[in-house]
């Protein structure tokens, strides 16, 4: 089956990520997790090692492995790279080619046939901010594909676009991009 690498950024549906796992897991895909320090605020790695019976890895100069650079080995064993939830941040990393942390760094690292995607979940104003929108324009044109963000109410208060998509439409997205790479 394959193998999944899930990148967790530092929002509020960082929470989510267990349930992503989980599913995939019993869905039989391996999983690998990589998280930016702001994600760790908000979902402990522990809880998702538990789930992905993986390390959870948090920090690019960390290398559990001396034969190995970690966050190229990631990139090497990644089927399907996904950012969920992806904040405006990392967005704008990802499209300027930052490699700061463990997550932008090993989306640098993946070989351009891997399918990536991310979905994005941040307040209305944030996510409709032109430079979001030119920066996830930006990521498509690499090859990303960007699961919309739904309307609801979001954590702040506000009512809008911005909550992280729905786990059916991730996975069925998820399902998709594999499915096409075997073809």
Known sequence: MAHITL?????????KAADLVSSLKKQGYS???????????????????????????LDVM???????????????????FIVAPATANTIAKL???????????TALALPHYVPKLVAPAMNTKMYDH????????????????????KESLLACGDVGRGALADLDTIL????????????
């Open 62 to 80: 960390q290398e559990p492995y001396p034969d190995q650079v970690n966050h190229i080995e990631r990139g090497k064993e990644t089927d399907l």
């Open 172 to 183: 069925q997205q998820i399902k998709e991009k594999l499915h096409e790479q075997t073809l």
């Open 130 to 149: 032109p430079a979001t929108q030119t920066n996830l324009n930006t990521l498509e044109n690499y090859g990303y594909t960007i699961i919309s963000p």
């Open 7 to 15: 990148a967790i950024t530092g929002s509020i549906a960082s929470y």
């Open 31 to 57: 999983v690998s997790v990589l998280m930016t320090k702001a994600a760790t605020d908000f979902i402990q790695p522990l809880t998702l090692q538990v789930l992905s019976q993986n390390l959870v890895h």
């Open 95 to 105: 499209a300027y080619g930052f490699a700061d942390n463990m997550v932008t760094a």
